[in-house]
């Protein structure tokens, strides 16, 4: 074990976007497996493979970029090591990165599924409240002790392993809506 983990600390030393972006494909492709299995009780025949895809694509070339930049900004500019700068971190976190995020996350999921912009911004207006109001009551918490306690070179390693279940969520509640329209267009 020893040597997975200083493997994965070197890779993490001489490649940091790279291990953090592939870090966060695999997690958010392994939330949305979750989803399919375990949430929404899909069998095996069900299961969509290009949603998986499509999830491990955004960890790895939109979410873990996105997040590794932004906590080395919050790093930067309000330092660490106290209480309050932790505080503040997550201020800023929650407060005006989670927001546009989530638009952002909401938007670039809905390209990738090839939907039109009126789609999107109908799929926006349906998610978005009850996605940021969950979101504020899931990630201050963890954000307060991943700003306090993690290394920053391990901070999107952490959320990404708490976001495993966030992604779940996210991958539940962005296809619930796909599924009510099939259901419509059937009936």
């Keep these: 074990m020893s040597l997975i983990r200083r493997s994965y600390s070197h890779l ?18 392994a939330g949305d ?24 694509g955004l960890g790895t070339f939109f979410v ?25 971190k997550v201020a800023f976190d929650q407060g005006i990165f989670a927001p ?30 009850d996605i940021i109001l969950t979101n504020w009551t899931v990630w201050p918490a963890v954000q307060i002790c991943n700003f306090a306690f993690v290394p920053l070179q391990h901070q999107v390693l952490i959320v990404q392993i708490f976001a495993l279940f966030w992604n779940t969520y996210l991958a539940w509640k962005t296809n619930t809506g796909a599924k009510e329209q099939i259901k419509l267009s059937e009936d």
């Design 12 to 29: 993490l030393h001489k490649y940091p976007m790279a291990v953090q972006s592939v870090q966060a494909g695999i997690l958010m492709g």
């Design 33 to 56: 497996v979750i989803s399919q299995f375990a949430v929404e009780k899909k069998s095996a025949s069900q299961y969509e493979w290009q949603r998986t895809v499509r999830f491990l």
């Design 64 to 88: 873990g970029p996105t997040l590794k930049v932004w906590y080395g900004i919050l790093d930067r500019r309000i330092g660490s090591g106290s209480a309050v700068k932790a505080l503040k």
């Design 100 to 129: 546009c995020f989530l638009g952002s996350f909401l938007t670039v999921l809905g390209v990738t599924q090839g939907n039109s912009p009126q789609k999107i911004k109908e799929e926006i207006k349906n998610n978005y409240v």
